[in-house]
């Protein structure tokens, strides 16, 4: 089955950089699109960037666009969240997810659908 493993996460101050990193397994990765959401306590989930199958479609919330970069190597298995200039209220629960298709696939909504989830790894900013 599918597996996605985040790491990386922290506690970090207001303006530092933090790499997340998610090793998937369980079918052919170079396939499927890939994302990553956060949860702040007391919030619902939401996106924060998606990345299609090539690498070469990238999607931002507008929360981080210019902040936030999603990238993958196929070779590695593994999709990567570099965040620069981090803020107090990017403080949250990060997921990575990946797709059933190789392009990233939107609902009514505009938030991207994904099938598969990893447990989440914490990011704490402080002020």
């Known amino acids: 089955q599918v597996q996605l493993v985040e790491s990386g996460g922290g506690l970090v101050q207001a303006g530092d950089s933090l790499r997340l990193s998610c090793a998937a397994s369980g079918r052919t990765f170079r396939l499927y699109a890939m994302g990553w959401f956060r949860q702040a306590p007391g919030r619902e989930r939401e996106f924060v960037t998606a990345?299609?199958?090539?690498?070469?479609?990238?999607y931002y919330a507008n929360s981080v666009k210019g902040r936030i970069t999603i990238s993958r190597d196929n070779a590695k298995n593994t999709v990567y969240l570099q965040m620069n200039s981090l803020r107090p209220e990017d403080t949250a629960v990060y997921y990575c997810a990946q797709g059933n298709l190789g392009r990233v696939d939107f609902d009514s909504a505009q938030r991207p659908i994904m099938a598969y989830w990893g447990q989440g790894t914490q990011v704490t900013v402080s002020s």
């Open positions: 990345i299609d199958y090539s690498g070469r479609n990238t």
